[in-house]
Structures are given as structure tokens and as C-alpha cells.
């Protein structure tokens, strides 16, 4: 599997991975805001039980008082006017005092009235009541109502009761408890994993006097009102690896025919070499027969076209290497300005426009690398800057800097340049220049393409540097080794 495929796995392995952790945060964060949710709502039917058995307990109360205040021997109730005007008063028979006095606002002594009046009386004890307070109406009846207002709690069945219409109404369905709990203990209930508990109220029981309810099982309740969140997140998930598990299959079909298409160009350019070394040598003798006449343009041209087969071999072969990655190295001491000058001195033979190599070392560098593949590197980019140089005279510039433990080989040429939408690409295989002459140029594409990969195999690299109208300048960087630095750089 190559570094680039490895990284697209990767990265799509990192995506899911976000999306996945993206979608858990966000059905966590939906998960406690309906849970906060619901609480409230627990919260709310508890509040509003409580409020409707205290009711109930009040009216049995306020029925008492309504029941005395009618009996004329416990309580007596007049309307007088006085100086200030109409005045009902609350007269104890027994004792003929007055506890209380209310005004009134029209004079009519009459049935209608009368209950009027008891039911304003009635209407205002059960204001107080609602307050906790008691009213000393008479000495008797005020007894008795602090009496019955003491030994009076909220009944449990009725609570329990409307807890329960309070929830269904809220859609709850779920079991639930109650918690009673008395002032001198603990004043919350501590929720478990099960449970969920409401705040805790106070209310008049039995043998308690605060109260709170528990929710059985709520997690069940929440997922009920998850229903569509987590089925739209089951399916993201479910759409994503889908997409991964395909994209994975695709990869690894399309992996296997690269590696059929290598292993078939392989096969037939390792064919070649021998029909082409064949053909080379017939050629030879052929130029060399005294009964042809000579020079034949014809065995000039199959010479030719003979030695371009040839070199596309080559550079299949050299780019199958890279593609092995460090297959078969011969590493060894290697005199960098020595083996520039020999292939200088090629291109200055070999080349089919005037040429000038602009080379003139000073110092010896030595690099721990293989000689035929570093060779192969400087004739690419030398080849390169003869064969896309002027039609006149091409220039070829060749500089050696020591960095630190890096040795700089820049070369530079005079040709046209390259666009600034082609120098990201150069390095691609098989990429060529897009220009109006590609193809008056020969090539296939894959010379820069070995040449870095190669070099990345010796430890080395080739970027471009600079480009313009006068002239490219690449960089080649080998590190500078010697019997220490090249231990560490042994493979």
C-alpha cells in the first residue's frame, strides 16, 4: 500500500472518527437538555398534586366551619348599621362578644343576603386557611378548627392519584415513587441510575413533611422523545461507513489493477530489452557492412527510433523500481563531481543542439548513495534542461554548496519557465508540461517523477527553486556522509 493511499485512508478513517464523536456530543448534549426537560416537568405534576390534595384537605376544613357558623348555638352572624354605615358582625351566642366586623355595602336584611354574607364568611376563613392561618371566630369554633387543622395531612391515595393524571397529561407513561422525608433527616433525595428525582416540596403528610417524587426507568421515556434524533444519527453513521466500506472497496479493486497494469508493463518492456539489445547489434553491423553504401538514412533512422525504444524501457523500468521502494539499492561511496563530470561530458557529446555546461568544481563531495540511480538522476534533469532549452543554444549551469550535512546541487537552464500552475504538478508521474510544443518534445512524463522518488529513497530531495521567463533552477539535496555520519544512514 503506498504512503499516498495510506494517507487517504487515514484521513477518511479520521473523518468517520469526527463524525461519529460529532454526532455522540450532540445526542449527549439533546439526551441532558431532555432531561433537564423532563425534570421540570416532573417538578411541575408533583407541584401541582400537592397543590390539588392541600385543596382537598382545605375544603374538608372550610366544610367544618361552614357547618358551625350555621348552627345559632356556636356562632351568630348580624348585620348592623353604625356610624360608619352597613357592618356585618360575627357574635359569639355564649358569650355575645364580637370577633370580627366586616363592612358592607348595601343594607338589606334579608334570606338572600344572609347567605351572601355567610358565604363571604365561608370564602374569607378559606383564605386564611390557605395561608395556615386559624381564625379564633369564637373561642369554641377556633378550638376546634386548629384542632382539625393539626390532625388534617394530604391523603396519599389522592396524590398518588393525581400525580399520576399529571403526567399522563405531560405523555409521561413511566412507573414512579414517592420519597417522604421529615425536617430532622435529609433534605434531597440522592437520584440513582434508575431513577430520576424531582425537587423536593413541602407538604403536610402523615408522619412527613416534605415530599418528592422518583421516575422509574426515565431512560426509556428519553429515548422515546430521542426517537428521531437518534434514528437520523444511526443513519448518518450508518451512510458514512457504508460510504467508507465502498470507498474501500474501490480502493482496493482499483489498487489491484494498478498492480496488474505494473506487472503486465513489467512483463513486457523486460521482453523488450532483449529484441532491442538484438536489434541494436544488427543495426551496428549493418552500418558497418562496406557493400551498403554509407551513410544510409534508413539505418540512421532505425538507429534512431531503436534507441528511443530503448530509453522508454529504461524510464519504465527506473519508475517500477521507484514504485518498490527500496528494492535492490547498491549503496556505496560515491564522488559527486565525478560522476557529474561523466555525464556532462555525455550530454555534450549526445545532444542534438549546441550546447553549453557551465561546471567548473572546486571541492570533492562524497555521498553514500547508488551510482547507477544517481546517475540515471543527473542525466533526467540535465536531459531535461538541454531538451527544453532555446532551438539555438541551450545553457546548462551547474552549482555545489555545502549546507550543514546536506550537499546542494542546483542546476539551472535557460528555457522558458515553468507556469506557476504547473510547478505544484512536475513531480507527478506521467505529468508533462502543457505547452504548444509538448509533443515536439519527447518524454513520457515520469523523469522527475523517479528522480524524486528516487532521491527520497537516498535520503535526498529535488525541488524546483526558482522559474521565469530566463531559466528554471532545481535543487537536489544529498547528505554529505562520512564513515560516522553514513552509520546513521545506513539502510
Excluded at 382545605?58 to 348552627?71: P, S, T, V
Excluded at 415530599?211 to 422523545?225: F, G, S, T, V, W
Excluded at 522558458?416 to 505544484?424: D, K, V, W
Amino acid at each position: 500500500m503506498t504512503h499516498r493511499m495510506k494517507l487517504v485512508i487515514g484521513l477518511i478513517a479520521l473523518s468517520l472518527l469526527s463524525v461519529f464523536l460529532l454526532q455522540a456530543y450532540y445526542g449527549w448534549q439533546v439526551y441532558q437538555q431532555h432531561t433537564l426537560a423532563l425534570h421540570k416537568e416532573v417538578n411541575h405534576a408533583l407541584k401541582a398534586s400537592i397543590k390539588t390534595a392541600d385543596a382537598r384537605r382545605i375544603d374538608k376544613l372550610n366544610e367544618f366551619f361552614e357547618q358551625e357558623i350555621r348552627d345559632p348555638e356556636k356562632a351568630k352572624i348580624e348585620l348592623r348599621m353604625t356610624d360608619e354605615g352597613a357592618k356585618i358582625f360575627f357574635v359569639d351566642p355564649k358569650t355575645g362578644y364580637n370577633r370580627i366586623s366586616l363592612r358592607h355595602k348595601h343594607w338589606k336584611d334579608s334570606t338572600a343576603a344572609s347567605k351572601n354574607i355567610e358565604q363571604r364568611m365561608i370564602d374569607y376563613n378559606r383564605s386564611l386557611l390557605e395561608k395556615g392561618s386559624i381564625f379564633y371566630w369564637t373561642d369554641e369554633i377556633g378550638k376546634e378548627l386548629k384542632k382539625r387543622h393539626l390532625k388534617s395531612h394530604l391523603s396519599m391515595d389522592l396524590l398518588t392519584q393525581e400525580m399520576r393524571r399529571q403526567l399522563t397529561a405531560k405523555g409521561i407513561e413511566r412507573e414512579f415513587s414517592f420519597h417522604l422525608i421529615n425536617d430532622s433527616t435529609k433534605s434531597t433525595v440522592a437520584p440513582t441510575r434508575n431513577t430520576l428525582i424531582s425537587d423536593t416540596l413541602p407538604a403536610r403528610l402523615v408522619k412527613h413533611t416534605k415530599i418528592a417524587a422518583a421516575i422509574i426507568n426515565p431512560h426509556y421515556e428519553l429515548l422515546q422523545r430521542l426517537g428521531s434524533v437518534l434514528l437520523f444519527t444511526v443513519l448518518v453513521l450508518l451512510l458514512i461507513i457504508t460510504s467508507f466500506m465502498v470507498l474501500m472497496r474501490l480502493l482496493n479493486q482499483q489498487k489491484k489493477l494498478s498492480k496488474l497494469k505494473d506487472d503486465f508493463i513489467d512483463n513486457v518492456t523486460h521482453e523488450l530489452i532483449t529484441p532491442i539489445a538484438t536489434l541494436k547489434l544488427a543495426l551496428e553491423t549493418l552500418s558497418k557492412d562496406t557493400s551498403i553504401p554509407q551513410p544510409n538514412k534508413y539505418l540512421q533512422l532505425s538507429e534512431q527510433q531503436t534507441q528511443r525504444i530503448a530509453e522508454v524501457v529504461d524510464h519504465i523500468i527506473q519508475t517500477s523500481f521507484v514504485d518498490e521502494s527500496q528494492a535492490g539499492l547498491n549503496l556505496e561511496d560515491v564522488w559527486v563531481e565525478d560522476l557529474l563530470e561523466e555525464v556532462v561530458s555525455y550530454h555534450q557529446i549526445t545532444a542534438q543542439k549546441s550546447l553549453e555546461v557551465v561546471f567548473h568544481p572546486t571541492t570533492h563531495h562524497r555521498v553514500w548513495s547508488d551510482r547507477q540511480h544517481l546517475a540515471n538522476v543527473f542525466h533526467n534533469v540535465i536531459s531535461n534542461a538541454i531538451k527544453y532549452g532555446p532551438a539555438q543554444e541551450a545553457m546548462v549551469k551547474i552549482i555545489l554548496e555545502s549546507k550543514k550535512e546536506k550537499l546542494a546541487i542546483q542546476i539551472s537552464d535557460n528555457g522558458p519557465g515553468i507556469s506557476a500552475s504547473e510547478r505544484t504538478r512536475i513531480f507527478e508521474k506521467f505529468h508533462r508540461i502543457n505547452t504548444t510544443d509538448t509533443h515536439e518534445v519527447k518524454g513520457l512524463g515520469i523523469g522527475l517523477y523517479y528522480t524524486r522518488g528516487i532521491l527520497q529513497q537516498l535520503k535526498g530531495d529535488i525541488q524546483l527553486i526558482r522559474s521565469s521567463l530566463r531559466g528554471s533552477t532545481f535543487e537536489i539535496t544529498l547528505p554529505i556522509t562520512d564513515e560516522y555520519v553514513r552509520s546513521r544512514l545506513d539502510f
